[in-house]
């Protein structure tokens, strides 16, 4: 995993740093993010209250923001206008990291294989991220920044890739056999040979956020942040049923994530 984290992490810096010589003119902010998420994946039932409290996991990062009120170079606020006073774009490099398993009535009541075999299955996704969002305050940036205590909500959209490692296996032995796999999961899936997979590989995802920042002092803020992130890809847990058998299994890998981030304002 480090192999992969390190040149994610270069291209960041580098992108950044590509960022201050082309947009030199406005002030940047760096800060930290982390929180618990909810992996809502083929694992468990839909819609269960406990598959969603179950498959949670944590997630890290740094992101940055390119803020346009305010010009680094001459110590002064820029030519106003509504797109600088209310918007910010922000670059992220992040990790996450789910452990995964069967929750809900098909696990529950009577002993039968099939339901030995789901609770036997467990599996994890790590995924790294590296991605912009365009981010929208309502409010004016220049009035939450001049006052310590305010506070500035947000709502933003954007893109990200990412690069995900999935696990699966069964405390029943290895998968790929009628023994320890539940039937849908022998099924060919995507090119695969079954609808289970322990792989890496990259994907895309669309995240939109709402959330808020308080302004703790004159450089420096607190956030909280709720994420909703989208995969193109329904691998990213490592599990795929043929969408064209079972219907219920159809949507794609998405996920949860609550942050608090601190924000620290570079002069």
Same mark, same amino acid.
């Given at each position: 995993?480090?192999?992969?984290?390190?040149?994610?992490?270069?291209?960041?810096?580098?992108?950044?740093?590509?960022?201050? +010589?082309?947009?030199?003119?406005?002030?940047?902010?760096?800060?930290?993010? +982390?929180?618990?998420?909810?992996?809502?994946?083929? &694992?468990?039932?839909?819609?269960?209250?406990?598959?969603?409290?179950?498959?949670?996991?944590?997630?890290?990062?740094?992101?940055?923001?390119?803020?346009?009120?305010?010009?680094?170079?001459?110590?002064?606020?820029?030519?106003?206008? &509504?797109?600088?006073?209310?918007?910010?774009?922000?670059?992220?490099?992040?990790?996450?990291?789910?452990?995964?398993?069967?929750?809900?009535?098909?696990?529950?009541?009577?002993?039968?294989?099939?339901?030995?075999?789901?609770?036997?299955?467990?599996?994890?996704? +790590?995924?790294?991220?590296?991605?912009?969002?365009?981010?929208?305050?309502?409010?004016?940036?220049?009035?939450?920044?001049?006052?310590?205590?305010?506070?500035?909500?947000?709502?933003?959209?954007?893109?990200?890739?990412?690069?995900?490692?999935?696990?699966?296996?069964?405390?029943?032995?290895?998968?790929?056999?009628?023994?320890?796999?539940?039937?849908?999961?022998?099924?060919?899936?995507?090119?695969?040979?079954?609808?289970?997979?322990?792989?890496?590989?990259?994907?895309?995802?669309?995240?939109?956020?709402?959330?808020?920042?308080?302004?703790? +002092?004159?450089?420096?803020?607190?956030?909280?942040?709720?994420?909703?992130? %989208?995969?193109?890809?329904?691998?990213?847990?490592?599990?795929?049923?043929?969408?064209?058998?079972?219907?219920?299994?159809?949507?794609?890998?998405?996920?949860?994530?609550?942050?608090?981030?601190?924000?620290? %304002?570079?002069?």
């Amino acid at each position: 995993m480090i192999k992969q984290i390190i040149p994610l992490l270069l291209i960041f810096v580098g992108f950044s740093t590509n960022l201050n +010589a082309q947009f030199g003119g406005f002030s940047h902010e760096v800060g930290i993010i +982390a929180g618990p998420l909810a992996f809502q994946s083929d &694992y468990g039932e839909r819609h269960d209250f406990s598959t969603n409290a179950g498959n949670t996991g944590i997630g890290i990062g740094i992101i940055h923001y390119l803020n346009f009120s305010y010009k680094a170079d001459c110590n002064c606020y820029t030519p106003e206008t &509504y797109f600088n006073d209310h918007f910010k774009l922000r670059s992220e490099l992040s990790y996450n990291k789910t452990e995964l398993q069967h929750f809900g009535q098909y696990v529950e009541g009577k002993p039968s294989l099939g339901k030995e075999q789901l609770k036997a299955m467990t599996g994890s996704t +790590a995924v790294t991220n590296l991605g912009m969002q365009l981010e929208f305050f309502p409010w004016s940036i220049r009035d939450f920044t001049a006052r310590t205590g305010s506070v500035g909500p947000f709502v933003s959209v954007g893109g990200q890739f990412s690069y995900y490692n999935a696990e699966v296996s069964s405390a029943l032995g290895p998968l790929g056999t009628p023994l320890t796999t539940f039937p849908k999961y022998l099924t060919p899936t995507d090119g695969r040979p079954y609808g289970f997979s322990s792989e890496s590989g990259t994907v895309w995802s669309v995240v939109s956020s709402v959330g808020t920042r308080y302004k703790l +002092a004159p450089l420096s803020d607190l956030m909280v942040d709720l994420r909703f992130q %989208y995969f193109f890809s329904n691998w990213v847990d490592g599990l795929n049923p043929n969408p064209e058998i079972y219907k219920e299994n159809k949507a794609n890998d998405w996920l949860v994530w609550f942050n608090v981030g601190y924000i620290y %304002y570079l002069q």
